[in-house]
């Protein structure tokens, strides 16, 4: 399984940004994918959650009303579309896949993770 | 939600020693869902240990898990150089999924 995550950058407060991660070596439909972040020097935040067939999504309170999770099953891209950037959305951004067990709020077993992609935001 | 309480913060010692980190649920844990993550300097995490003791794939026999309830433990039984990271602990059993804030593993 190979995860790869690409569209991070600096942006403004206020400004969008669109996180794409492309997986490889799975069935992707098959499984729910995540977005997990981690702030400079902090611990792991769950973000988002969808589904396999995309159907169902989750995200926490701290981003409720401005990401929005999506995936395109026939290109195996999970996406992450982050409106309304602030200071503290500042983070390396993981996508992960959950192979086994169930998910909901707060994701599920974090099997594979990509490499990250840095999202800054700053004037 | 359930709050995990990682111990101690930092860990030092030595290439060779046995590490045994903790990892405590504000309530119990349903079906030992418990997972252990090791992410070393600039890399991301990795999964080594499922369901409180089952090790994920091609993690060293050196590593294991225990524990249920609200009680957990991740044991390295002998340092290796690479071994020097940091740790979380995750209770994916209820929602919402929660982790722990870490416990770095540094050499002495």
């Known amino acids: 399984v190979q995860l790869v995550e690409s569209g991070g950058g600096l942006v403004q407060p206020g400004g969008s940004l669109r996180l794409s991660c492309a997986a490889s070596?799975?069935?992707?439909?098959?499984?729910?994918m995540n977005w997990v972040r981690q702030a400079p020097g902090k611990g792991l935040e769950w973000v988002s959650t969808?589904?396999?067939?995309?159907?169902?999504?989750y995200n926490a309170d701290s981003v409720e009303g401005r990401f929005t999770i999506s995936r395109d099953n026939s290109k195996n891209t999970l996406y992450l579309q982050m409106n309304s950037l602030r200071a503290d959305d500042t983070a390396v951004y993981y996508c992960?896949?959950?192979?086994?067990?169930?998910?909901?709020?707060?994701?599920?077993?974090?099997?594979?993770w990509g490499q990250g992609t840095l999202v800054t935001v700053s004037s | 939600e359930i709050v995990l309480t990682q111990s101690p913060g930092t860990l030092s010692l030595s290439p060779g020693e046995r590490a045994t980190l903790s990892c405590r649920a504000s309530?119990?844990?349903?079906?030992?869902?418990l997972a252990w993550y090791q992410q070393r300097p600039g890399q991301a995490p990795r999964l080594l240990i499922y369901?409180?003791?089952s090790r994920a794939t091609g993690v060293p026999d050196r590593f294991s898990g225990s524990g249920s309830g609200t009680d957990f433990t991740l044991t390295i039984s002998r340092l290796e150089p690479e071994d020097f990271a940091v740790y979380y602990c995750?209770?994916?059993?209820?929602?919402?999924?929660?982790f722990g804030q870490g416990t770095k593993v540094e050499i002495k």
């Open positions: 992960a896949i959950i192979i086994r067990g169930s998910y909901g709020s707060g994701g599920g077993l974090f099997e594979y």
């Open positions: 070596g799975v069935t992707f439909s098959n499984y729910g």
């Open positions: 969808i589904s396999g067939s995309g159907g169902s999504t």
């Open positions: 309530q119990s844990v349903s079906s030992s869902y």
């Open positions: 369901a409180a003791s």
């Open positions: 995750q209770q994916y059993g209820n929602s919402p999924r929660t």
